[in-house]
């Protein structure tokens, strides 16, 4: 019983330290800052386009749950945050770290490309990008030579197998060929 109680906060510990940093952080890059600049642009105007507007959707909800999905990965199976003062404790290879080292940072430009078909904003989709490149940096010099150092030998072989940026779905290898 006491192991229980023991894991319980924990894990709400945990759980809440996740909540807090996906509102400050992805939520000011998806939610707070896309708001800020689109609000000139759209208050005076509808939305308009329905099927850019439902592409816009989908792929929004797509960037949203691969991103919950990852943080929650990281919280279970990693022990930590996304928070680089709170990294996870054990690397995560597993989901869709299976594909690309950084599906985090995928799902949350996936957000924002759905937010700029949504509102068919290109300052939106130029803003994208200006997150990918500071994404991008922040990856090479900041995160990668810190797993690099915490993770040691598992990391450098997550790196030979799994690319950084676009996803690859590995195919099995068939033994029943003739």
């Known amino acids: 019983m006491a192991d229980a109680n023991r894991e319980g906060p924990g894990t709400l510990l945990l759980l809440t330290k996740l909540a807090v940093f996906t509102v400050l952080v992805p939520g000011t890059v998806t939610v707070w800052l896309p708001l800020f600049l689109l609000f000139p642009e759209i208050r005076h105007r509808p939305i308009e386009g329905m099927g850019t507007a439902f592409a816009g959707l989908i792929v929004t909800a797509i960037g ?3 991103y919950f999905w990852c943080a929650l990965d990281f919280a279970f199976f990693g022990k930590g945050t996304p928070a680089p003062i709170d990294m996870p404790k054990v690397l995560v290879v597993r989901g869709p770290y299976r ?11 996936l957000v924002l490309a759905g937010e700029s078909l ?3 904003s290109t300052r939106l989709l130029e803003y994208g990008a ?9 990856v090479l010099l900041q995160e990668e030579p810190t797993l690099k150092r915490k993770m040691g030998a598992a990391y450098d072989q997550y790196v030979r197998d799994v690319p950084r940026w676009i996803p690859r779905i590995k195919r099995g290898r068939r033994t029943d060929a003739l």
Do not use: D, E, K, T
């Not at 200006?130 to 922040?138: K, P, T």
């Open 130 to 138: 200006v997150v990918a490149v500071g994404f991008h940096i922040f």
């Open 118 to 120: 949504l509102f068919r």
């Open 99 to 109: 594909f690309a080292r950084n599906p985090m940072y995928i799902s949350v430009l």
């Open 64 to 66: 949203a749950a691969g």
